[in-house]
């Protein structure tokens, strides 16, 4: 979408500003630099981490309703099933939120307007796979 950051593109300014943000050092620089692409790294890593625990969640009860008795297969089973699930996933949610924050808040120290396109962007990411799970599966 225009107007938003991409996570791409704020790797991408990672690497090509860097030098920037700490004029007085180029080893300075480089240090904050590398601490920042560590730190990202650190949320790449949680975003698959994350979402193949959903995806797998996901499974596990298209599984459930899958092995009903077709009479059984109805709207209200369904919503039955993802209701048991709902806390798990508002769970996995919670502890993501609190390991982005941390991630962020570091990040943060090093690059306060880089940490702002960071929390927007996964905000937007997490608004956008709960829509295409909702619009999915509903």
């Keep these: ?3 938003t ?3 791409d593109a704020v790797a991408e300014k990672i690497l090509n500003n860097s030098a920037d ?3 007085n050092s ?3 620089g480089t240090l904050k630099s590398e601490q920042i692409q560590k730190l990202l ?3 790449y890593i949680l975003q698959g981490t994350y979402s193949s625990s959903v995806d797998s969640v996901i499974e596990q ?3 459930e309703y ?3 008795e077709p009479a059984q297969q109805t709207k209200a089973n369904k919503a039955k099933i993802v209701s048991k699930n709902i806390g ?4 996995m949610e919670s502890q993501c939120d609190g390991q982005v924050a941390t991630i962020v808040s570091q990040i943060s120290s090093l690059d306060s307007s880089l940490a702002k396109q960071i929390q927007a962007q996964y905000e937007s990411a997490k608004a956008a796979k709960k829509a295409e799970v909702l619009n999915r599966y509903s």
């Excluded at 798990?88 to 769970?91: K, R």
Aim: proline share 0%; net charge positive.
């Design 61 to 63: 009860c298209k599984a």
């Design 88 to 91: 798990v996933l508002s769970s």
């Design 21 to 23: 943000n700490n004029q």
């Design 66 to 68: 899958h092995s009903l």
């Design 5 to 7: 950051t991409t996570a």
């Design 41 to 43: 790294a650190q949320l």
């Design 26 to 28: 180029a080893s300075a």
């Design 1 to 3: 979408k225009e107007g």
